[in-house]
């Protein structure tokens, strides 16, 4: 079972994540910032098979939060996930560390297989 982290601010698609994916297999964690999810990687020591996040949030966003987190943990796999196509751009300075972008709203199958490849990258 892999486990993933979902760092998102909107508790709908939190929620809506966080079952489809459970429903799916995999062991779910959820975050409701950059800062709650950055805490939660390091206090799992970065043991996530990968961290889902959204780009745009309040207090850390997912770009800043993906920073630190590959700066502490190189080999932790992120997926972000954004409804702002400028937010898109910025995420592809973090090429090599975020495995893609999924736009949003996405549907459940689209989520699925979105971390479903960013598991087999």
Partial sequence: MTKVLIVEDDFSVRTFTARAL???????ETAEDGLDGLKKIQEADGAFDLVLSDIRMPAM?????????????????LLLMTGFADQRERAAELDG????????PFTLAEIRERVHRALAA
Avoid at 22 to 28: I, T
């Fill in 61 to 77: 966003d997912g770009i800043e939060m993906a920073r630190a987190a590959a700066a502490s943990f190189p080999g932790l796999r």
């Fill in 22 to 28: 459970a429903a799916a297999g995999h062991e779910v």
């Fill in 97 to 104: 560390t975020v495995k893609g972008v999924i736009n949003k």
